[in-house]
């Protein structure tokens, strides 16, 4: 069983931003669907969920069939329901989108199905039978959730090792409340872990508790999947100061426990990426009455979506374009933050400081990537900072594997699923005599 989370979690506050359909309302949208021979929607799914097929059966009442073709690609098809991007994905590659009508709604139809399983209990996998073969899986997110059970449906035995009590990953530390709450993270664990066969060790760090060749003795192949590092900093003065904190780090301690905001009434968030956004609107809708998120380049630059930008906006959000933060200043607790307007070249503008007042800081300039912890494995190599694999998530050392965002530098939830499932896939062949080494 997974660790129970308390119910005082300052997350419990939020409700869905984007509401579930009810059965009349999921059967008449999934008959909207054209049913597309040649679906884009398909190609834009890393995991290539053959979504005109999920829609049909909705639209005939098979939601069990549904959430079979939704789980037979994608293990992770209820959190994904939640919190891909599919305004930029699935439903951004809608046909309808080129008619200037609506996109099929198909998060939600996804969500529609999933969750009656969850809710039903529906099983619709097994373990397959025993090879003998053992699988490390170092980290306990999307990555290592995907592969672990693609592994065990071919009969492999399994091991994940998780640093954290909290397993889970970015799903249940990371993910916005009004996305998905941390809850509904571990309920996913559980399912997915429901097939049996699968050893999972918390509160163990490789590289201290068990080393590297501890694990290359010990099993048959390893699959790396421990996502990014710590957040990143600024390195400016008054980083040190209470009240500024990484953005990361404060969005876990939020979601798995209780933030203390009596004296929080203004906060900054630094950056322009989905974290960025996703934590103005967290701090907004925990009552902070004076959010800014101050950002270094122009709104056509950010590397955030515009959909999450236009929610924010629409929430209140204020949000100081082309600046950056100089200074951090406070009497123990970080109290003013002095920036400065930057040019089109992104160099500072004489004579235009301004001061914000700040009671909370969060930088959302993203994490530190992987280096020292794997850096003595002759063959995994690194491009800035990311473990290097090939198209099957072969490392180069032989039995070692890796995929999510200590792969690919931080994508979606949905990213990480297809790599896990993909490199499980190249375990097994290589297991059966047929490497995937190129």
């Known amino acids: 069983m997974t660790p129970q989370l308390s119910i005082e979690r300052s997350e419990s506050v939020f409700e ?258 989905n974290t960025a956004l996703d934590v103005v609107r967290e701090v907004r809708g925990l009552g902070v009455a004076n959010v800014t998120m101050l950002y270094r380049g122009q709104r056509d630059a950010m590397s955030g979506y515009a959909h999450e930008l236009d929610a924010a906006m629409t929430e209140g959000i204020n949000v100081e374009w082309r600046s950056v933060a100089t200074t951090f200043r406070g009497d123990a607790r970080v109290q003013h933050v002095h920036c400065v307007r930057l040019d089109d070249s992104k160099r500072p503008i004489a004579g235009s400081d301004f001061v914000l007042e700040a009671d909370l800081v969060l930088l959302a300039i993203g994490q530190s990537k992987l280096g020292g912890q794997f850096a003595g494995l002759d063959g995994v190599t690194f491009d800035h900072g990311c473990i290097r694999v090939n198209e099957h998530g072969f490392t180069g050392r032989p039995g070692w594997y890796a995929g999510g965002d200590c792969t690919n530098g931080g994508k979606e939830v949905v990213n990480a699923a297809a790599e896990g499932k993909r490199a499980a896939h190249a375990i097994h062949a290589a297991f059966s005599g047929a490497h995937h080494d190129a």
């Open 16 to 273: 869905d931003f984007k509401l579930p359909l009810l059965r009349d309302a999921a059967v008449a949208e999934a008959n909207r669907c054209l049913f597309c021979h040649d679906a884009p929607c398909i190609k834009a799914c890393p995991t290539a969920i053959d979504i005109p097929q999920f829609i049909r059966k909705i639209s005939t009442d098979n939601v069990r069939g549904s959430a079979r073709t939704i789980f037979e690609a994608n293990i992770l098809g209820m959190s994904c329901a939640r919190v891909c991007p599919v305004e930029v994905l699935c439903a951004g590659a809608c046909v309808y989108n080129d008619l200037k009508q609506p996109p099929i709604a198909i998060g939600k139809l996804q969500r529609y199905a999933t969750d009656i399983a969850f809710e039903q209990g529906w099983q619709f996998f097994e373990a397959g039978a025993e090879t003998g073969k053992r699988v490390a899986l170092i980290g306990s997110g999307p990555a290592s959730l995907a592969a672990v059970h693609e592994l065990r449906r071919f009969g492999h035995a399994c091991t994940i090792f998780e640093k954290r009590t909290t397993v889970g990953g970015l799903n249940a530390t990371g993910v916005a409340p009004y996305k998905m709450k941390a809850d509904r993270a571990l309920t996913e664990v559980e399912w997915v872990l429901s097939i049996g066969g699968i050893e999972l060790r918390t509160g163990v760090v490789v590289g201290e508790h068990i080393s590297l060749a501890e694990l290359e003795r010990d099993f048959d192949a390893v699959f790396i999947g421990v996502g990014l590092g710590a957040d990143s900093a600024l390195g400016i003065p008054g980083e040190t100061l209470h009240g500024v904190h990484g953005a990361v780090a404060w969005i876990e301690s939020m979601k798995l426990g209780k933030a203390d905001f009596s004296r929080v009434s203004r906060a900054i968030v630094v950056g322009g990426g």
